[in-house]
């Protein structure tokens, strides 16, 4: 890529950038396998593999070679993996290198960590492996160029500082030129440095210092166009590629791969180029290029300052007279007393006149410290045993302030007799610029030191106002989940000046146009700009923090900011970025350690639950009945944490009551105030009826809030805050509800409820199989008698529609969820009841499978399972279903024990006319079947039970025969073979259940 202009001409960093891998390993056939596995598992890796450790290091050793990480094998001849990794420490101690090795051992493991590897890893097959290989190779990289990078802009800064450092004490520009062309070329780690000036007379640029080009080089084309066409930088990252300037000598002649320039200003004009040039392909960054700015700038003032003391001097000889209104301090002194001074001098010292200062010792104007010193140089000036050298000095003005000078003395005659001419510079600025410099890289340790983004905020903000004098800075943080620059600290004379800093939304002005494009802008006068922070600001600075926002500095005047207070809040702006860098990474890590440790307590408690549930599912598969499973629920659960009290309560007990069941860890007392009834409900009925109607488990997180005020002292007595409500329920079916009392607040976790929310599922399946097998055993059972005359019952509509007599023989369900009904009708045109429910939704087939004489034998799908699941839910069956004229009768056995209010209620709810007609309790005389039944149903087949259950409702062995194969087939989905097979299947079983061996 190339361009031109402030900022043109650079690559943008990529998402994810290009990785070189240079594998090592003697196993040329394993090393073409790992560089196929790790470029597919990773796009941006690029391998190069190399049989030795001798060729890696002539690889590294290559400046053309770009190596990011390198990984070795151990186990090679002539250099193993240890002895590599020490050749390349001693060249480059930070390049990533991993040993990736199948002779694994502690040993070499230890003595790689010694040694200083990046990373170990032992040879395995799969991808996995390779995965895991390029995920370190990656990481590996990334910090090592992170640590780079942030070693780059150090190094950079300190060079700018020795630069300009130089730059105001050495007088020679050659000499500044030399070395600064090193530095520069150190800082930035290229071969090619050059400072190119284009003299006035002349039309081509000429080299003043270079290192890395011939002596005889000519300027380059990206110089020459960079002053040619006023473009203040120029960045070529392809020399042999680019097409705006010719770039044949640099490409061909010096072999240079890329390249940056800056102009070097002189007075509104270009005085000349700083160029720095790689051999190898080298992508410059931004802070690269600010770099070669700021040492530009740096030049531009020592070249500007160089000029103005030779026009000064060069002027002084000519028109003497000029030297009055010099604003440099002139004095003439023989043996040391003061013989003429300028109103410079008058005005440095603050006296009133030059006569106050005529005939006065030199040295009574010096500081102290320095006053021996000046004497001694100033005899030896006179003497001619010295030449002019400047000198920085302090001078004691009349109010007592000391004033930094430089001192420059030379002899010469004066009204006719030896005298030494002094010129003294007033460095105060210049040397509190020099001190606040060095403190300001003092203070850097401290945004370093500061744990979290406001922390950063604030130092820079406080280094702003107390360091830097500035009397109005905001310190802007972007908020990701807004979108927007908020203001996260400010001096304390911001609000003077802005108030309250404003919030700066997407899109909205210059600042966040600056923020959003990543470069600083300075504003001298933001009058016509739009979306300005407030009306009073009349000039301002924007300096982007990186992603993390932006520091604003502002000014009531226009072009407030002077050149130095700028470069010092640049500095200031890359010290708080890097802090902010640093404390991101820091958090991220401490976030990642605080999700493992919460993850590892969820994890603990999980397996805590997990624990009592097992406990508590050994003692329910223990019980026998109901009550001891709810019983031996309680005592399990009671001894174990964090339970400090359990019991089981039935929901709607006696007179709709709350009652409880079973408990433990609590005493006949407490559960005799729990008790309620509906005209008096206390929080724990409530409580136990709410997860009973809702069928899911409910938290109380506090009991001492106001709606369990009343309990409060029990909650004190008895030492718990929380309690929980599970209701033990099989096929929504809620036989119970568990609570349990919990000591403190937010103990029980999310995962937790699941848990106990399975667990009263599963002691609800366990009740329903106690009470299923106590029904098969016992010798009673209940008959409930119900009369239903609603619509929404299927039969009770086609009574009331055709009339006659309807009989259920019998039902087979299917595995869709309808119910496949055999009806029986008398004295009913057959054609009727087609007709009738041929546009029922809840009918959606019908069929008249015999019809004999005024009875008839119908075949019916139903979708409305509600009675039968409820039957199947409360251990029911029904003994008889017939309907007359829109009223079912309908007579259900239930096992003695059974939850008859439970159907009732149930029965009621899905069909609000129903009516108990009859409840009677008898002797079992079909427990028999009942057992037969069970037997049947365990030894046939899903499908085996329901062919002999719909031939047998159907009629199929009735004699004749009320319906053939073929017609049950089709009213079961299928082939009259298939169905055969089935039925002849249980038919089969039946018979050798009946005469098989011990029959007899």
């Known amino acids: ?490 001096t304390p004379s911001t609000s003077d000046l802005l108030g309250s800093p404003p919030t700066v939304e997407r899109g909205a002005g210059y600042v966040w146009e600056t923020f959003s494009e990543g470069e600083s802008r300075y504003f001298p006068d933001v009058a016509d700009e739009p979306g300005g922070l407030d009306d009073v600001v009349e000039s301002q600075l924007v300096i982007p923090l990186g992603t993390h926002g932006a520091l604003v500095a502002v000014s009531d005047a226009v072009e407030g900011f002077e050149e130095p207070t700028v470069e010092l809040l640049h500095i200031l702006a890359a010290n708080t970025e890097a802090a902010m860098d640093r404390a991101e990474r820091e958090q991220l890590l401490r976030d990642h350690d605080s999700r493992l440790t919460q993850q590892n307590e969820e994890l603990r408690k999980l397996n805590h639950t997990n624990k009592i549930v097992r406990d508590v599912n050994r003692a329910v598969a223990q019980a026998s009945t109901r009550r001891e499973i709810e019983q031996a629920v309680c005592d399990r659960l009671a001894e174990a944490e964090p339970y400090v009290a359990v019991w089981v309560a039935e929901a709607e007990g006696p007179n709709g009551a709350m009652t409880p069941l079973a408990w433990s860890n609590t005493d006949a007392d407490y559960v005799d105030r729990i008790d309620d009834d509906v005209d008096d409900p206390t929080p724990e009925g409530d409580l136990v009826r709410r997860a009973a109607d809702t069928q899911e488990v409910v938290v109380v997180e506090d009991v001492l809030t106001d709606e369990w005020s009343e309990r409060r002292t029990e909650a004190l007595t008895y030492g718990f805050q929380t309690v929980v409500a599970v209701p033990l329920v099989d096929n929504e079916r809620v036989y119970s509800v568990l609570v349990l009392h919990v000591a403190t607040p937010e103990t029980v976790t999310e995962q937790e409820l699941a848990v106990l929310g399975e667990l009263g599922e599963t002691i609800g399946h366990a009740i329903h199989a106690v009470e299923r097998t106590r029904a098969l055993v016992t010798d009673s059972v209940v008959e409930l008698e119900f009369d239903v005359a609603d619509e929404r019952f299927t039969f009770s509509r086609l009574s009331a529609a055709v009339g006659g007599t309807i009989r259920l023989d019998g039902s087979v369900a299917r595995p869709d969820g309808t119910h496949l009904c055999f009806v029986r009708t008398e004295g009913i045109d057959p054609a009727l009841v087609e007709s009738t429910l041929a546009d029922w939704s809840s009918v959606p087939s019908v069929a008249c499978i015999n019809e004999d004489g005024e009875t008839a034998l119908f075949e019916l799908r139903l979708t409305e399972p509600r009675l039968f699941e409820l039957l199947r839910e409360y251990d029911g069956t029904i003994q008889s279903l017939s309907a007359t004229d829109g009223v079912v009768s309908l007579v259900v056995e239930l096992p003695q024990g059974g939850d008859t209010r439970g159907l009732w209620n149930d029965l009621s709810e899905s069909y609000p006319t129903t009516e108990l007609a009859a409840r009677r309790e008898t002797s079992q005389a079909n427990r028999q079947h009942r057992t037969h039944r069970s037997w049947v149903e365990g030894e046939l087949t899903e499908r085996q039970f329901e062919a002999l259950q719909s031939a047998y409702y159907a009629g199929f062995y009735e004699w004749p025969r009320e319906v053939n194969g073929e017609v049950l087939a089709e009213a079961l989905d299928v082939t009259p073979p298939t169905y055969h097979y089935h039925l002849r299947a249980a038919e089969r079983k039946l018979v050798s259940g009946v005469f098989g061996s011990g029959s007899n």
């Open 1 to 490: 890529m190339s361009g031109d202009g402030l900022g043109e001409g650079m690559s943008r960093t990529p998402t994810v950038e290009a990785v070189s891998v240079l594998f090592v390993d003697n196993d040329a056939d394993f090393a073409g396998v790992s560089k196929t596995m790790l470029e597919r598992a990773d796009e941006s890796i690029s391998v190069t593999i190399v049989p030795n450790g001798r060729a890696a290091i002539e690889v590294v050793e290559d400046p053309g070679r770009q190596v990011d990480c390198i990984v070795s094998d151990y186990d090679m001849p002539e250099m193993d993996g240890l002895a590599l990794l020490e050749a390349v420490r001693e060249r480059d101690d930070r390049l990533p290198f991993v040993l990736f090795t199948g002779k694994g051992s502690e040993e070499i493991a230890s003595d790689a960590i010694a040694a200083g590897v990046t990373q170990y890893l032992q040879k395995k097959p799969g991808r996995e492996r390779y995965a895991l290989l390029g995920n370190q190779i990656r990481n590996a990289v990334a910090q090592y160029r992170t640590q780079s990078a942030l070693q780059d802009r150090v190094r950079q800064q300190e060079a700018v500082a020795a630069i300009g450092q130089q730059a105001l004490n050495e007088p020679q520009l050659e000499v500044l030129f030399e070395t600064t062309v090193r530095r520069v070329a150190r800082a930035l780690d290229v071969s090619h440095v050059r400072i190119l000036s284009l003299p006035e007379s002349a039309a081509e640029l000429g080299t003043e210092a270079a290192v890395g080009w011939r002596p005889d080089a000519p300027p380059s084309g990206q110089a020459q166009y960079a002053v040619g066409d006023g473009k203040p930088v120029v960045v070529v990252d392809d020399v042999p590629s680019e097409d705006r300037f010719d770039t044949s000598d640099a490409a061909e002649v010096e072999e240079l791969r890329s390249g940056a320039c800056a102009t070097v200003g002189l007075r509104g004009s270009d005085w000349g180029v700083l160029e720095a040039h790689a051999r190898t392909h080298r992508r410059f960054t931004q802070d690269d290029v600010t770099f070669l700015q700021n040492v530009a700038t740096v030049l531009a003032s020592a070249i500007e300052r160089n000029v103005i003391e030779g026009e000064r001097q060069e002027s002084s000889e000519r028109y003497r007279t000029l030297v009055e209104v010099s604003p440099s301090a002139v004095v003439v002194h023989r043996d040391g007393d003061l013989v003429y001074t300028n109103p410079a001098f008058v005005s440095l010292v603050g006296a009133a006149d030059a006569t106050e200062l005529l005939g006065s010792d030199l040295a009574s104007l010096l500081h102290p410290e320095d006053e021996a010193a000046v004497t001694t140089a100033m005899a030896q000036t006179l003497a001619g045993e010295a030449e002019p050298t400047r000198r920085e000095r302090r001078i004691v003005g009349r109010d007592g302030s000391v004033v930094h000078v430089e001192m420059t003395s030379r002899a010469i005659e004066y009204e006719g007799e030896r005298a030494v001419l002094t010129v003294a510079t007033d460095v105060t600025e210049r040397k509190r610029y020099e001190e606040t410099l060095d403190t300001l890289h003092e203070t850097s340790r401290d945004l370093m030191r500061a744990e979290t983004r406001a922390d950063i905020c604030e130092t820079a903000a406080e280094t702003a106002a107390d360091l830097l004098g500035l009397s109005a800075l905001v310190v802007y943080t972007f908020e990701s989940d807004t979108g927007e620059l908020e203001p996260a600290a400010t």
